[in-house]
C-alpha cells in the first residue's frame, strides 16, 4: 500500500513569510497527525485530526499556524509569518485508531526560515 | 496531561552488548505505549507497542513490557549489532519522547 505522502521535501523562506506544507495520509486512516521535529528532539505534536475534526490542538501556535484537513483526507499546515525558531522537520502521520494503532510517518518537510 | 519521559544518552555500546533505554509515563486512563526508531536518513516507524497493563511488545529482538506500577516502558536488547544504531523514540499515544541515540560499535 502507498505510504503518507508530503511535500515539498524542503523548503527554504525568509522570515515573516509563509509557507504551507501538504499531506495524504494512507488510504482510510481515520487519525492524521502534524508534528514539528526541532534537530535533536523528539517530535512535538502540534495538531490532530479525527476525519475532517480537530481532536487535539493544544500544542499548536495558533497566531502563526493553522491546519485543515479537507474532506477528512488530505491535509495542510501553514505558517504565517514564519520566525527563525519554526526551522524543523514538519511531519505528517496518519493511523486507523487515534493513540492504539500503529502511526505511518511520511518522510517529512525540512523548513529551513533565515 | 499524558506524557513520557525518556533516557537521552547517546548511548554507546560495542556490539553483543545488553541494552536498556528507559521510559517513564505520567498518564490518567489506560493509554497504548510504543518504541518508535529512526534509522539514519530514515524516517520515524514503529519498533514496538502494548496496549494494556503486563503486555510485553516485541520485534526484531527488542522487548518492552507495559508496567502499571511502576508506570514503565523501558527498551531492551540481549545482544546489540552495529545496525541497531539509530535514534529510539518512546511514546504515549501519540506523544513521544525526547529520543535516545544509539551507537553500536563493531
Known amino acids: 500500500e502507498a505510504g503518507v505522502a508530503q511535500s515539498p521535501r524542503y523548503k527554504i523562506i525568509e522570515k515573516r513569510q509563509s509557507v504551507a506544507f501538504w499531506c495524504n495520509p494512507i488510504s482510510g486512516h481515520a487519525t492524521l497527525y502534524w508534528y514539528q521535529q526541532i534537530l535533536g528532539q523528539g517530535p512535538k505534536l502540534l495538531i490532530q485530526f479525527q476525519n475532517n475534526g480537530v481532536v487535539d490542538d493544544s500544542q499548536l501556535p495558533k497566531d502563526r499556524f493553522s491546519a485543515e484537513r479537507l474532506k477528512g483526507v488530505d491535509s495542510t499546515l501553514k505558517i504565517q509569518p514564519a520566525k527563525l525558531e519554526d526551522s524543523a522537520v514538519y511531519l505528517c502521520?496518519?493511523?486507523?485508531?487515534?493513540?492504539?494503532?500503529?502511526?505511518?510517518f511520511g518522510q517529512g518537510t525540512r523548513l529551513t526560515v533565515v | 496531561g499524558d506524557s513520557v519521559t525518556q533516557m537521552e544518552g547517546p548511548v554507546t555500546l560495542s556490539e553483543e552488548a545488553f541494552l536498556t533505554i528507559n521510559c517513564t509515563y505520567t498518564a490518567t486512563g489506560y493509554p497504548s505505549l510504543f518504541w518508535y526508531v529512526q534509522y539514519p536518513g530514515e524516517g520515524l516507524q514503529l519498533l514496538l507497542k502494548?496496549?494494556?497493563?503486563?503486555d510485553k511488545g516485541s520485534n526484531k529482538g527488542f522487548e518492552a513490557t507495559y508496567r502499571k506500577e511502576t508506570t514503565s516502558f523501558h527498551l531492551e536488547k540481549g545482544s546489540v549489532q552495529v545496525s541497531d544504531s539509530a535514534v529510539y523514540f518512546c511514546a504515549l499515544s501519540m506523544r513521544f519522547g525526547a529520543g535516545t541515540r544509539l551507537t553500536v560499535k563493531p
Open positions: 502494548a496496549t494494556k497493563a503486563d
Open positions: 502521520a496518519s493511523s486507523l485508531v487515534q493513540g492504539r494503532t500503529e502511526a505511518f
